[in-house]
T-cell receptor
Framework: AQSVAQPEDQVNVAEGNPLTVKCTYS??????LFWYVQYPNRGLQFLLK??????LVKGSYGFEAEFNKSQTSFHLKKPSALVSDSALYFC???????????????FGSGTKLNVKP | ETGVTQTPRHLVMGMTNKKSLKCEQH?????MYWYKQSAKKPLELMFV???????ENNSVPSRFSPECPNSSHLFLHLHTLQPEDSALYLC??????????????FGPGTRLTVT
């Protein structure tokens, strides 16, 4: 079964410092991994995805994520945090239910990022 | 957020009421999803429709009844809900379900409170 884990409920970082939001995954085949962000009173917004290829994936708003197969991790990173990055971040893995049936995303429980001025 | 819209944004209903949530996507997608988001819990997938056909029912109680009249619209009909059904209900869409690389686009959600 596919699953993702976000081990930190909350991450606190000072503005201008680098940030990391952690995600580990468990899949039975090749992983299809995604990061989403949720601002207050809003739906989830897609940030970036890893399907294949380069282990470092670049996404929206200066975020990037590093796929590490040996550690089964897909941590979200940003070199310099902004106060406006404060939000809830979700890691997700796509379930390969069948050859042409990719119905399900499995989401982590979310990590709240607090960026302080 | 004009890509995926949801109405109403907030809903308070009694346990004996019948209400419906509406979702509309303006992205030309063919797959639509309902999720339940409760505090400090992972998003729970409820239903999936692909080209108007239901392809996933994730063991959802029958008091939740989905309807997908076309690829752009998705409804969730609610009947005889319980207080534990109070949550944020999110609608999402994607190109379709034939490729694992397609990301989902979410609406802002309907905050449901069952009294």
């Amino acid at each position: 079964a596919q699953s993702v884990a976000q081990p930190e409920d909350q991450v606190n970082v000072a503005e201008g410092n680098p940030l990391t939001v952690k995600c580990t995954y468990s899949v039975s085949g090749n992983p299809y991994l995604f990061w989403y962000v949720q601002y207050p009173n809003r739906g989830l917004q897609f940030l970036l995805k890893y399907i294949t290829g380069d282990n470092l994936v670049k996404g929206s708003y200066g975020f990037e994520a590093e796929f590490n197969k040996s550690q089964t991790s897909f941590h979200l990173k940003k070199p310099s945090a902004l106060v406006s990055d404060s939000a809830l971040y979700f890691c997700a893995v796509r379930d390969i239910a069948g050859i042409y049936n990719f119905n399900k995303f499995y989401f982590g429980s979310g990590t709240k990022l607090n960026v302080k001025p | 957020e004009t890509g995926v819209t949801q109405t109403p944004r907030h809903l308070v209903m009694g346990m004996t009421n019948k209400k419906s949530l509406k979702c509309e996507q303006h992205l030309g997608h063919n797959a639509m999803y309902w999720y339940k988001q409760s505090a400090k819990k992972p998003l729970e997938l409820m239903f999936v429709y692909n080209f108007k056909e239901q392809t996933e029912n994730n063991s959802v109680p029958s008091r939740f009844s989905p309807e997908c009249p076309n690829s752009s619209h998705l409804f969730l009909h609610l009947h005889t809900l319980q207080p534990e059904d109070s949550a944020l209900y999110l609608c999402a869409s994607s190109q379709d379900t034939a490729s694992a690389s397609y990301e989902q686009y979410f609406g802002p959600g309907t905050r449901l409170t069952v009294t």
